[in-house]
């Protein structure tokens, strides 16, 4: 794994220009690493079906910024380009850094 472990309390929203890259870890998981190499994990309150598999994701904000209210949608690659899958909720955002040994 990558020894991250969670640092304060869990924020509802995170700003989207902010995010550098997302990480899809499983069904449930997404850590959204941002400008100045910060790390929010966010925890889906339910498994997302394909979302581990696939590893790709769209989603279409509710204000500026990306929250926990918000919904993912699951991209299937297809032949033709991407398709869409399931949609889930997001859960809250939870920063985390790398464990020291």
Known sequence: PDNLV?????VSCIHP???????VRD???????MNGREIYRNTL????PGLGFEEKFSYKL?????????????LYSTGGGLSQGASCGLGKFQKMVKAHK
Not at 6 to 10: D, F, L, M, Q
Not at 27 to 33: G, S
Not at 45 to 48: A, F
């Open 17 to 23: 220009s902010r995010i550098n890259t997302s990480r």
């Open 62 to 74: 509710s204000t500026n910024d990306l929250c926990s209210v918000d919904i993912i949608t699951v």
């Open 45 to 48: 309150p339910y498994s997302c």
């Open 27 to 33: 069904d449930k998981t997404i850590d959204f690493e």
């Open 6 to 10: 969670a640092v304060g309390e869990p």
